[in-house]
């Protein structure tokens, strides 16, 4: 059985179609996958405390995980990545505690590597 124009024309409408909605689904899926990945946080401590610790908090800030400095610091003027920092679509919260027990926050977003500057105009939290 031979298909008439009309039937192929509908086939092909059909497939071109579904391609591209095959197509938009995958871009959807990629860019999700992108915003919940891991990234990268450099931390930049350009102030004039030493970080004692540092703590991840992704998707719920008030949720901290361990300790990421395993007992090293980071000097004034120093520097520390935090790699492979698992990232839900809502970010991850960073919090650097600096050796009076004071902390200070970011909150990264998931779209990229992060780099965190903190400076001594950042108003520390010292639970007060």
Not at 67 to 95: E, F, K, M, W
Request: with cysteine; proline share 4%.
């Amino acid at each position: 059985m031979k298909l008439s124009n009309t039937h192929k024309n509908r086939s092909r409408s059909l497939i071109a179609g579904l391609a591209v909605v095959v197509a938009l689904f995958g871009i959807t899926a990629l860019s999700r996958a992108m915003s919940t990945g891991n990234i990268n946080v450099t931390v930049r401590n350009n102030s004039q405390r030493v970080i004692s610790h540092l703590y991840l908090a992704p998707g719920d800030p008030n949720n901290w995980g361990p300790d990421q400095l395993n007992g090293s610091t980071i000097p004034s003027g120093g520097s520390y990545i935090l790699s492979n920092v698992a990232c839900g679509g809502s970010g991850v919260r960073v919090i650097a505690e600096d050796q009076n027990g004071c902390f200070v926050y970011y909150n990264a977003s998931c779209d990229s590597n992060q780099v965190w500057e903190i400076s001594d105009t950042a108003t520390p939290d010292c639970g007060g």
